[in-house]
């Protein structure tokens, strides 16, 4: 519902330049906002033109209109001036009330609309009823980002996207929860995967610049209808915990580009420890026993394509050394990382236990 504040504020300014004295009230005669307190209008009076059939009645030198939404009364404006046009006055500022009226009734559906659409909690009839209704064009292609701070969410991140991204091109932002921000994201036949990136990074980057936000930003896959949008705000939550926890250094997770990580965030825990027990029972080391370099160690090989001499030139380190290292994992583990076969079960290992990990601190 439109605040007084907002009333006010119209109706000030437009007092500002008329000078007609205006006071807005609800249908019980109380007043919600006026540009002069010397108002004191019955109240009686006001409840009964608020029930009658006219639309408008003067009274002296007040004039009483109806301020309508779809047809029913909403409030009633009073205008009082000396003058001849204090009624066409009257008339723009029921005209201007109404379309903000209708405005923010519409700002408040659309995000009711695309909240209860996120959550499934639609019928497919509802969805396309409620879209023409609202103006808001069904087949289109759209992506869902989900924008995520490191703490609570307050109203900076959606006021920075809202001035970003407006209904004006065809994107919408929303919330279902405090922690994250929803961008309903209008493309273009001809826009890839590489330019919803392209936006989550300036996204990331513009709420670092201007409000000191750091914030994770996740997106799922194109749909091309409204009906789907639930899947790609589904595919983008996953996309968001998976890279929390097997990507923790990216800002931009895509659920695309997942890879084994969606895998092994749908494993059960059960399935997971009996993996870990399987590759390392009886082993005096486990991927959790691991120091801080052994694991730098490690990803950094696994990121040169298990290259021994590229990896000891980035970490500084003699060759020899490096090779020591990997002897070292080996026999406390019995897997030897230079073998592709090895490098592919360790590598899955430690993913396993950072999942098992991340379980375990949520129930806590």
Same mark, same amino acid.
């Given at each position: 519902?439109?605040?007084?504040?907002?009333?006010?504020?119209?109706?000030?300014? *437009?007092?500002?330049?008329?000078?007609?004295?205006?006071?807005?009230?609800?249908?019980?005669?109380?007043?919600?906002?006026?540009?002069?307190?010397?108002?004191?209008?019955?109240? /009686?009076?006001?409840?009964? =033109?608020?029930?009658?059939? !006219?639309?408008?009645?003067?009274?002296?030198?007040?004039?009483? @209109?109806?301020?309508?939404?779809?047809?029913?009364?909403? $409030?009633?404006?009073?205008?009082?001036?000396?003058?001849?046009?204090?009624? !066409?006055?009257?008339?723009?500022?029921?005209?201007?009330?109404?379309?903000?009226?209708? /405005?923010?009734?519409?700002?408040?559906?659309?995000?009711?609309? =695309?909240?209860?659409?996120?959550?499934?909690?639609?019928?497919?009839?509802?969805? #396309?009823?409620? /879209?023409?209704? @609202?103006?808001?064009?069904?087949?289109?292609?759209?992506?869902?980002? @989900?924008?995520?701070?490191?703490?609570?969410?307050?109203?900076?991140?959606?006021?920075?996207?809202?001035?970003?991204?407006?209904?004006?091109?065809?994107?919408?932002?929303? /919330?279902?929860?405090?922690?994250?921000?929803?961008?309903?994201? %209008?493309?273009?036949? &001809?826009?890839?995967?590489?330019?919803?990136?392209?936006?989550?990074?300036?996204?990331?980057?513009?709420?670092?610049?201007?409000?000191?936000?750091?914030?994770?930003?996740?997106?799922?896959?194109? !749909?091309?209808?409204?009906?789907?949008?639930?899947? &790609? #705000?589904?595919?983008?939550?996953?996309?968001?915990?998976?890279?929390?926890?097997?990507?923790?250094?990216?800002?931009?997770?895509?659920?695309?580009? @997942?890879?084994?990580?969606?895998?092994?965030?749908?494993?059960?825990? &059960?399935?997971?420890?009996?993996?870990?027990?399987?590759? $390392?029972?009886?082993?005096?080391?486990?991927?959790?026993? *691991?120091?801080?370099?052994?694991?730098?160690?490690?990803?950094?090989?696994?990121?040169?394509?298990?290259? !021994? %001499?590229?990896?000891?030139?980035?970490? $500084?380190?003699?060759?020899?050394?490096?090779? #020591?290292?990997?002897?070292? *994992?080996?026999?406390?583990?019995?897997?030897?990382?230079?073998?592709?076969?090895?490098? *592919?079960?360790?590598?899955?290992?430690?993913?396993?236990?950072?999942?098992?990990?991340?379980?375990?601190?949520?129930? #806590?």
């Amino acid at each position: 519902m439109i605040s007084s504040q907002v009333i006010k504020t119209s109706i000030s300014e *437009l007092n500002a330049i008329t000078k007609v004295n205006l006071c807005v009230m609800n249908l019980n005669g109380e007043v919600v906002a006026e540009t002069d307190e010397a108002y004191n209008l019955d109240k /009686a009076l006001i409840t009964n =033109f608020a029930a009658s059939p !006219v639309d408008s009645q003067v009274i002296g030198d007040t004039h009483l @209109l109806k301020i309508l939404d779809e047809g029913e009364p909403l $409030f009633v404006l009073a205008a009082q001036g000396k003058g001849e046009d204090t009624h !066409v006055v009257a008339k723009i500022c029921v005209s201007q009330l109404q379309n903000l009226v209708i /405005a923010y009734k519409e700002k408040y559906d659309r995000n009711n609309f =695309f909240q209860n659409l996120m959550l499934d909690n639609m019928l497919l009839i509802d969805i #396309y009823n409620r /879209a023409k209704k @609202l103006r808001i064009e069904a087949v289109v292609p759209r992506v869902i980002l @989900l924008i995520e701070t490191s703490g609570d969410m307050d109203n900076t991140a959606s006021e920075l996207l809202s001035g970003m991204y407006t209904s004006q091109t065809g994107d919408y932002v929303t /919330a279902v929860d405090e922690s994250s921000v929803i961008l309903i994201k %209008s493309l273009s036949e &001809s826009d890839s995967y590489e330019d919803i990136e392209k936006i989550a990074t300036t996204i990331v980057d513009m709420m670092n610049t201007e409000a000191m936000l750091n914030v994770r930003v996740a997106f799922g896959t194109i !749909v091309g209808e409204l009906k789907d949008l639930s899947k &790609s #705000y589904k595919e983008a939550k996953m996309a968001l915990e998976v890279g929390k926890i097997f990507y923790a250094e990216k800002r931009v997770t895509a659920y695309n580009t @997942l890879g084994i990580g969606r895998l092994i965030y749908q494993l059960p825990v &059960s399935l997971c420890k009996m993996f870990i027990e399987e590759i $390392f029972g009886g082993k005096e080391t486990l991927p959790s026993d *691991l120091d801080e370099e052994t694991i730098n160690t490690i990803n950094k090989f696994f990121e040169n394509n298990l290259n !021994v %001499s590229e990896t000891s030139r980035e970490l $500084f380190v003699h060759r020899n050394t490096l090779v #020591y290292r990997i002897e070292k *994992l080996q026999k406390s583990t019995g897997l030897d990382i230079r073998t592709f076969d090895d490098a *592919l079960t360790f590598k899955i290992a430690l993913m396993v236990e950072s999942y098992m990990n991340y379980l375990e601190s949520q129930q #806590y």
